[in-house]
């Protein structure tokens, strides 16, 4: 924008309506600056102000002429169009935007050492641990995950950080933001914030040393009694009604309402918080807290409830449209260690790692854990033919309510993949090697300090293999209509798989993304989300790669050919038919218990008939 000086008459006009300033020739202005709409303004320092020729709406229906009025400005840029009015303290040091409405605020200012969130060390998983995540704005969970994982690797940790900070100190601006079409009002101090545009702010209390990255498409709203500081809230969230934040980091399109208080703590894609409280924790992508009684602490969490005390919240209800789902890969707490809830272990649930009280045994994916008194029973795979799994492997990709240009964090939402898979493929070894030691004339088997019964390990068996078989008949057709039925020219994908917080990947790829931040090969944080994104849009090629070799161990086979494409596909066909038939009485069971009305049970039950339709 190019500015020039005010014009005496200009300056007399702003005199007769009250307006000062401590020295005229440091207020410049637009060259279509008229100054008819200020009103009692004081202007202290440089200040930079553009024309004011529109009207801007204050609320639905009512608009006012764009101006300012009642305000003392120190340092201040204003761009065109903005009403700014009855600022009880100041706006000292700040940039403002475009189109933007500020009204009843104390005061809007950048003091010196201002950091806007960016850059602070905090510690997760662990409330009294060393630092191990620096929050800046373009985190997301795959590098949050990888900081959280790689702790203890010194050299590692030690190259992140100064990668970060590298970031950090490029684009930290001078003084604070308030971007274009921002609204505040009624609200009581802004300190050290920067602001990014179509957001608004409205009655918050205080926001200190923070930024809010909200944009066009996915505006930002921060609403009553809220008080945040030293953290960083991303596109599409919202935060509301008396919400406590200090030293965290929200994700796109969270929500974080009604009275909840967080400390040092991650949330990321589509969470919502209402109600608990949160420390040190790690919520990954549709983490879900809805209770007073919630305190989510030390955990690292993903596609999860919290329920109240102990009942997890409808972990069991599953036909209904209350059900939220359970947990997605297993639920990590401080000491590293895995637990399943004493209920349905959920969609995207594989409790994988380490069992509770035996942190170096595998626990079986996709299982019940249920109590009888002091005896705990496992029902290994259960939960592959549930109605709950059912409708959370629908659910969750229809419930991603970012959009397409805020989409930091990658959500893989396969239920079946190479990750959970390999875990299913570990739980029949289990089950075959506990079958074996004991026999098959038995009524139980010993887990550990879990009771697995016969019938519960046949079924296991059972329920691994249909997923298998569904696994790797949708796999194959998928690489038939790709055209690369032929075997992979990579071996990018053989081996262990991995979950970073939504991102699946093989493990080869994840330590070569070590060593080229080790070695220096990467530098800059930019290229190590890249690298996240660019293992993404490789994963058709190196699930191919992991499961080319399943499909010929279990058939025996030496390649593939039409005989058996055909012969995995009549498998496939025959898997999916049987799981839908599971899960099919799994909510006739349900419908018979009365809970749920028939309008309900109806319409799952058409989704179930229409099931066929994707079989080919």
């Not at 608004?200 to 008080?227: H, K, P, W």
Request: charged fraction near 25%; glycine fraction near 8%; include cysteine.
């Amino acid at each position: 924008m190019n500015y020039r000086q005010l014009t005496e008459q200009e300056i007399q006009v702003l005199e007769n309506n009250v307006c000062w300033a401590e020295d005229w020739s440091r207020v410049l202005v637009d060259k279509d600056f008229r100054p008819y709409n200020f009103h009692r303004v004081m202007f202290y320092g440089d200040i930079r102000l553009g024309s004011f020729e529109k009207s801007v709406e204050v609320s639905k229906g009512f608009v006012k002429h764009s101006g300012i009025n009642d305000a003392t400005l120190r340092n201040v840029s204003v761009g065109n169009d903005c009403l700014i009015e009855k600022v009880s303290g100041f706006i000292n040091n700040y940039t403002i935007g475009d189109n933007c409405y500020i009204a009843n605020v104390s005061t809007i200012e950048t003091t010196e050492g201002a950091n806007y969130g960016a850059g602070s060390l905090i510690s997760v998983l662990n409330e009294m641990g060393d630092g191990n995540i620096t929050l800046f704005r373009e985190l997301n969970s795959q590098l949050a995950a990888f900081m959280v994982k790689y702790s203890r690797d010194k050299v590692l940790t030690r190259r992140l950080h100064q990668l970060i900070d590298d970031e950090v100190r490029v684009s930290t601006p001078e003084r604070g933001i308030i971007g274009n079409n921002v609204k505040i009002i009624n609200t009581k101090e802004i300190a050290n914030t920067v602001v990014k545009g179509d957001c608004e702010i409205n009655g918050a209390a205080r926001l200190s040393e923070c930024t809010i990255l909200s944009s066009e498409d996915a505006s930002v709203y921060i609403g009553t009694g809220v008080i945040c500081e030293n953290s960083i809230i991303c596109d599409g969230c919202s935060i509301n009604n008396s919400v406590k934040m200090q030293d965290c980091f929200v994700g796109e399109a969270c929500q974080i309402t009604n009275g909840f208080t967080a400390e040092a703590s991650l949330f990321f894609a589509n969470s919502f918080m209402a109600n608990g409280e949160a420390c040190a924790a790690f919520c990954g992508p549709f983490s879900a807290s809805h209770h007073k009684s919630s305190l989510l602490i030390g955990g690292q969490f993903s596609f999860y409830n919290a329920g109240s005390n102990t009942n997890f919240s409808n972990h069991a209800y599953k036909m209904g449209p209350m059900h939220y789902g359970t947990l997605e890969r297993g639920t990590k707490t401080a000491s590293g260690s895995y637990v399943l809830m004493p209920a349905t272990i959920g969609a995207f649930s594989v409790c994988f790692g380490k069992l509770m009280h035996h942190p170096n045994t595998q626990c079986l994916p996709f299982s019940y854990l249920i109590a009888y008194g002091e005896t705990m029973y496992l029902s290994p795979g259960r939960n592959i033919t549930t109605v709950g799994l059912y409708r959370d492997i629908k659910k969750w990709p229809k419930r991603d309510k970012r959009s397409k240009q805020s989409k930091k964090s990658i959500i893989n939402f396969d239920w079946l993949s190479p990750f959970t898979v390999g875990e299913i493929l570990q739980g029949i070894k289990i089950l075959k090697a506990l079958r074996a030691a004991s026999g098959d004339n038995v009524t139980t088997y010993n887990f550990h300090e879990y009771v697995i019964n016969a019938s519960s390990l046949q079924k296991g068996l059972k329920y691994y293999d249909i997923a298998l078989r569904i696994y790797m008949g949708a796999v194959l057709k998928r690489a038939q209509k790709e055209g690369m039925l032929s075997r992979p020219v990579s071996t990018i994908g053989k081996g262990q798989w991995n979950d970073l917080s939504g991102l699946l990947l093989p493990e080869s790829e994840e330590q070569r993304l070590i060593n080229d931040i080790k070695d220096g090969s990467i530098e800059n944080i930019s290229q190590v989300l890249d690298r996240f994104e660019k293992i993404d849009n490789h994963y058709n090629d190196y699930r191919w790669a992991w499961s080319y070799q399943l499909i010929l161990d279990y058939y025996h086979l030496t390649e593939l050919d039409d005989t058996a494409c055909e012969r995995i596909h009549k498998d496939y066909v025959k898997a999916r038919r049987a799981w839908i038939a599971e899960i099919r009485k799994d909510a006739e069971k349900e419908f018979a218990m009365g809970d749920v009305e028939q309008e309900v049970f109806d319409d799952f039950i058409s989704k179930l008939d229409h099931e066929v339709d994707y079989e080919n």
